[in-house]
């Protein structure tokens, strides 16, 4: 997981850099004047301000489909050159908050801050700073890359040679330069995922929403999204992250919010949210003979979960204690033919905070050992 980066102070779209107004409206002063010394704090203080204040502020945020709750007082920020994760099971409201934020539904209650406009009310001046990849990819398969990518800076309101820039930078990011004028419908799904990601990026938002961008994608498409998605993050864009990927959370993002029927089960830092569910290590030997009963009676630190047999599951206080389960093992006359150290998972988190897996495919080992 990585820390933020600073965010530059330019306001994106508005070709004037806050700190090159400063200057000029110095310059314009006397030389060595109190008004320059002032200006040039204001500018300082709303540079710091715009990397501390939430670039996303979402506050008691909730949403009915008549009778169905898909989102229940919902409240958390994401900052500026921040990718926060926003990890949940299929129905767990993550579309609908997304939709919200990109200005496609509207709030029943609670309120939304985007970029510092307030939503629904400032939805077009969202729309201008903010960037949206949807989940299902929104290319024409009988354009090229290049046709598409034009078509969409000239819908997010690039024109000249501004479209030329965005294409080529979007291209790059994505490591498509090489395809560029092959038509969409030749490409792979791999590819149209990261073309579906250069799409949302052309007018360089300052806040992007992304809604599982990797789903079904090529090893190769998603290490080349994962790239790109992190070094928008470090140029300063803050960045929400909608997967039901735990290894994508952990990679990715500095903070994860576990969302679940409609309610933040929890959230912060991976490590956070496992220190919250007071999770430990659990170690699996797998031996030779079968171990007794209570080979590990005297053993301090240790709770076997499946002890007996030759595929025992013990959880440990912390690793410390593993060479005295080694010897104990030992003592017991069984031979360790393997040794794995199972460290608790964000699966493991979501299940004994809410009981269910995160993924209906998914056995966490909080349940299977």
């Not at 539904?105 to 903010?130: E, I, K, Q």
């Not at 080979?295 to 047999?309: E, I, P, S, T």
């Not at 988190?349 to 209906?360: E, I, Q, S, Y």
Request: aromatic share 4%; hydrophobic share 45%; charged share 20%.
């Amino acid at each position: 997981m990585r820390e933020p980066a600073p965010r530059s102070s330019r306001v994106r779209g508005s070709g004037t850099s806050s700190r090159g107004r400063a200057t000029t409206r110095c310059r314009a002063s006397r030389p060595g004047g109190s008004a320059c010394a002032v200006l040039w704090t204001r500018h300082v203080v709303a540079s710091i301000l715009s990397v501390v204040e939430g670039q996303i502020a979402v506050e008691g945020v909730a949403k009915r489909y008549g009778s169905r709750v898909a989102l229940a007082g919902v409240t958390f920020d994401v900052h500026a050159g921040e990718i926060v994760g926003l990890l949940g099971p299929n129905g767990a409201g993550k579309s609908t908050l997304l939709s919200i934020l990109a200005t496609l539904l509207v709030a029943d209650a609670g309120t939304a801050t985007v970029a510092g406009h307030r939503l629904p009310a400032a939805s077009h001046a969202v729309r201008r700073v903010l960037g949206l990849v949807p989940q299902q990819t929104a290319v024409y398969p009988a354009l090229t890359a290049v046709e598409n990518l034009r078509f969409f800076a000239r819908m997010q309101g690039l024109g000249g040679t501004a479209v030329a820039a965005a294409v080529e930078r979007a291209l790059t990011l994505i490591g498509l330069e090489g395809r560029a004028g092959e038509p969409v419908k030749r490409f792979s799904g791999g590819m149209r995922r990261r073309l579906n990601l250069a799409c949302g990026i052309l007018h360089e938002p300052r806040v992007l929403l992304l809604d599982e961008p990797t789903v079904g994608v090529d090893p190769q498409s998603r290490e080349r999204i994962f790239a790109a998605v992190d070094g928008l993050a470090r140029s300063g864009t803050a960045i929400l992250y909608s997967t039901h990927d735990m290894e994508e959370a952990e990679r990715l993002a500095r903070r994860i919010v576990l969302l679940d029927r409609g309610r933040i089960a929890a959230a912060g830092t991976a490590a956070e949210l496992v220190a919250s569910a007071r999770l430990t290590p659990r170690l699996r030997l797998r031996t030779a003979r079968a171990l007794p009963e209570r080979w590990l009676a005297d053993v301090a630190g240790v709770r076997a979960l499946d002890g007996a047999g030759t595929d025992a599951v013990v959880e440990v206080a912390d690793t410390t204690v593993v060479p005295a389960v080694l010897r104990a093992a030992a003592a017991a006359g069984a031979d360790v033919r393997e040794l794995v150290l199972q460290r608790p998972s964000l699966a493991d988190v979501f299940f004994t905070l809410t009981g269910h897996a995160l993924r209906d495919d998914e056995s966490p080992a909080a349940a299977a050992g």
